[in-house]
């Protein structure tokens, strides 16, 4: 069974930076779409971003565009997600999720990283 | 606000059916497929419905999914303890070019 491990998450203040990442226990992922999901407390699940399975194709909620970037290295079996100019609004754990059914069938999750924005 | 649409709760007793729905417009489910998540908050969303009716393997055939025109559904036929969660419908939006989450329905066994 694959298995999706995230790391990363912190407490940063306003404005600062961080880097998640996503290591995949195998290299079938490599041929999926991959995303981040974020749940802030209290709120629902919200896509946060994609990428195809070469990298070349990304898109972004509007919420993050201009402030995070999604990457990923198949030799390393890991996604990423470059987290910069932080607000208190992306307090969240983030999930990564593998498609493997359409563009929005994610069926394998990571047990989520939780990013705290605070002052 | 969400761009797809869902009641905020739903219940049902043990061995009954519930159904949660899930209303969009023609950029997203109207275009494109549905997919149904159950989510207890800190643990992993996981696929209960894909491509509309599809369900993965592992989980139950009481699970079922069905879309008309740009509104899905998902139906839960002998409702047990286990199923009670979030219960999440998303679909890619073709003019937001990314994927758009309802916002959720607690789904209560009583």
């Known amino acids: 069974e694959v298995q999706l491990v995230e790391s990363g998450g912190a407490l940063v203040q306003p404005g600062g930076s961080l880097r998640l990442s996503c290591a995949s226990s195998?290299?079938?992922?490599?041929?999926?779409?991959m995303h981040w999901v974020r749940h802030a407390p209290g709120k629902g699940l919200v896509w946060v971003s994609r990428?195809?399975?070469?990298?070349?194709?990304?898109n972004y909620a509007d919420s993050v565009k201009g402030r995070f970037t999604i990457s990923r290295d198949n030799a390393k079996n890991t996604l990423y997600l470059q987290m910069n100019s932080l607000r208190v609004e992306d307090t969240a754990v983030y999930y990564c999720?593998?498609?493997?059914?359409?563009?929005?069938?994610?069926?394998?999750w990571g047990q989520g990283t939780t990013v705290t924005v605070s002052s | 606000q969400s761009v797809l649409t869902q009641s905020p709760s739903a219940s049902g007793t043990p061995g009954q059916s519930v159904s949660i729905s899930c209303s969009g417009s023609?950029?997203?489910?109207?275009?494109?497929?549905v997919s149904w998540f159950q989510h207890l908050p800190g643990t992993a969303p996981r696929l209960v419905v894909y491509?509309?009716?599809q369900r993965p393997s592992g989980v139950p055939d009481r699970f079922s999914g069905s879309k008309s025109g740009t509104s899905a559904s998902l139906a839960i036929s002998g409702l047990q303890s286990e199923d009670e969660a979030d219960y999440y419908c998303?679909?890619?939006?073709?003019?937001?070019?990314?994927?758009?989450f309802g916002g959720g329905t607690k789904l209560t066994v009583l």
């Open positions: 195998e290299s079938t992922l490599s041929s999926r779409w």
């Open positions: 998303a679909a890619w939006d073709d003019g937001l070019s990314g994927v758009v």
């Open positions: 491509k509309n009716n």
């Open positions: 990428i195809d399975s070469g990298g070349s194709e990304t």
């Open positions: 023609s950029s997203n489910i109207g275009s494109n497929t």
């Open positions: 999720a593998g498609a493997r059914f359409g563009r929005n069938g994610m069926d394998v």
